[in-house]
């Protein structure tokens, strides 16, 4: 017996499912189909994924004999926040008929692959709390989010290295990821230790397509380096021990700008956001001097 495949989170997932009606494969071809991931325990259910649509042009796929492939991205998968007890829910509607099957349990694992140690969001708050102690901790947590995701997207400052191996007759190639961040650029990419143009491959999601004509050859080293962007509640610890003033000004800033609150002072927030931006530009400058902080790499 074969042992069940485990899907990992930020990954893109494939799921292959044959739908039965009565015992015998249902003919799908003229319909449309469905799929969702639930978490079931006892009586709590919460869906971990909402409602997808699935192709029936994708590779594996055959409708007509009950074939189905669920398709989640791995942006989907990145949300998924439990391990245990999560099920697949298929949903087919063939002329008037809906046809909900029986749900497939899946087998799932956190991807850990980030390098940097993380800190969570919460360690800026009592330095937030500090300056403006009437502002709610909720509020103050969303704009640690708002200022950290600001900051990653204006300097790239959170990257990490994956190296791949070529495969013979592939173009493209999955990119972990996991809850804690997705890519969202690629700052470079290499094989054999030369670098390729940014015209000669696609980031799609989480992952690489090479023009055919680039692909890399089979046992190619390939080493990319990826821009990240929190998608969790944790950053890299160098934001905290270089940078923690300087973001705690940019939180405040956006406190200070929201209009009629205790706290609301817009002409004190341009000199926290100017202290923000010091930050913004110190992390620039030694990128551009090679001396980056958030370089981390991954064994791909």
């Known amino acids: 017996m074969n042992n069940p495949k485990i899907y990992k989170i930020g990954e893109r997932w494939l799921i292959p499912i044959t739908l039965r009606k009565e015992g015998s494969p249902l003919d799908v071809s003229t319909g449309t189909v469905t799929a969702r991931l639930i978490y079931l325990n006892n009586n709590e259910e919460s869906e971990q994924i ?9 590779s594996g796929a055959d409708w007509a004999n009950g074939l189905v492939i669920v398709d989640f991205s791995a942006i989907s998968t990145s949300g998924v926040t439990v391990y245990n007890n999560l099920f697949i829910e298929v949903t087919a509607v063939v002329g008037t008929d ?3 099957f029986p749900v497939r349990e899946l087998e799932v694992e956190k991807n850990d ?12 708050e009592d330095s937030v709390l500090i300056e403006i102690p009437d502002a709610p901790l909720p509020l103050i947590n969303l704009k640690i989010q708002e200022t950290i995701k600001d900051f990653c ?7 990490e290295t994956i190296n791949l191996t070529g495969l013979e007759n592939v173009v493209s190639y999955n990119l972990p990821t996991n809850g804690n961040a997705k890519i969202i650029q690629v700052i470079s990419l290499s094989v054999n230790d030369y670098i390729y143009n940014s015209n000669s491959y696609k980031l799609n999601d989480c992952e690489i397509e090479f023009d055919g004509n680039m692909s890399p050859n089979k046992d190619s080293e390939i080493k990319i380096i990826v821009s990240m962007l929190p998608i969790g509640l944790y950053c890299p610890d160098f934001f905290i021990t270089h940078y923690k003033r300087e973001l705690v000004s940019g939180v405040i800033s956006k406190l200070m700008k929201m209009p009629r609150r205790p706290f609301s002072n817009l002409n004190e927030s341009i ?3 100017k202290e923000y931006f010091k930050a913004v530009g110190q992390e620039l400058y030694k990128q551009s001097s090679r001396g980056v902080y958030g370089a981390g ?3 791909g």
């Open 153 to 159: 997207k204006r300097t790239n400052g959170w990257k």
């Open 297 to 299: 790499g991954i064994i």
């Open 271 to 273: 000199f926290y956001e």
């Open 98 to 100: 809906t046809n909900i």
């Open 50 to 58: 909402g409602s997808t649509s699935l192709s029936s042009s994708i």
């Open 113 to 124: 692959f980030i390098s940097i140690p993380l800190i969570p969001f919460s360690d800026f």
